[in-house]
């Protein structure tokens, strides 16, 4: 079954980089990698995705590894509003997700 | 465009009595999603339709959960009888389907609570 690791916690201050990990060691090689956050009493929002090159948008950057094993999820220059848990997902498959704290 | 709409957004039950989550997905999205998210963990797919064809119901507890999305739009997704392990939040999703690379809208999601 696919299966993603990430860490519990992560914390931040505001207006500082931000760097979320993710293994995802049993990705194939056809699967694309999707981010998603969930804000408080929220359903999960896409953040973005990638097959193998490193990809930017309007929310955050996607660093890849080259073996596709692995990937990082940047926000440049945290906000309050990006307070949330963070999922990395395989084959539609959530784990337990990165809760993202951010002070002020 | 409107978003993925869900209701009720919370309903209140005693076990072994019965509900049913309703979901409008996006128009045009061809791929339907019912998630189960239990309070500190990561959305569970339950069941994926594809039009009005189910395209993974694995996860699906099928003896007492159903769900059925008849004209290939708008989905419901059926307890009977509900457990105490059934509290819950049922997030619906759509997606256009067909692409590897095919991102997920997702509802506001119907809380449950089964006293």
């Known amino acids: 079954d696919a299966k993603t690791t990430q860490p519990n916690s992560m914390e931040s201050n505001e207006e500082e980089p931000v760097h979320l990990p993710c293994n995802h060691s049993t990705i194939s090689g056809t699967d694309y990698i999707h981010w998603y956050r969930q804000l408080p009493s929220q359903g999960p929002e896409y953040v973005i995705h990638g097959l193998t090159s490193n990809v930017n948008n309007r929310m955050a950057s996607l660093a890849i590894a080259e073996d596709r094993k692995s990937s990082t999820l940047i926000l440049h220059r945290a906000t309050l509003r990006d307070a949330a848990v963070y999922y990395c997902?395989?084959?539609?498959?959530f784990g337990t997700g990165t809760r993202l704290q951010v002070f002020p | 465009e409107a978003g993925v709409a869900q209701s009720p957004r919370y309903k209140i039950i005693e076990k072994r009595q019965s509900v049913a989550f309703w979901c409008n997905p996006i128009?045009?999205?061809?791929?339907l999603y019912w998630y189960q998210q239990i309070l500190g963990q990561g959305p569970k797919l339950l069941i994926q339709f594809q039009n009005n064809g189910v395209v993974d119901d694995s996860q699906l507890p099928k003896d007492r959960f159903s769900a059925e999305r008849l004209k290939g739009v708008d989905s419901t997704l059926k307890i009977q009888p509900a457990k105490l392990e059934d509290s819950a939040v049922y997030l619906c999703?759509?997606?256009?389907?067909?692409?590897?690379?095919?991102?997920?809208?997702f509802g506001a999601g119907s809380r449950l609570t089964v006293l």
């Open positions: 128009s045009g999205h061809a791929t």
């Open positions: 997902i395989d084959k539609l498959i």
């Open positions: 999703a759509s997606s256009l389907g067909g692409i590897r690379a095919n991102v997920l809208t």
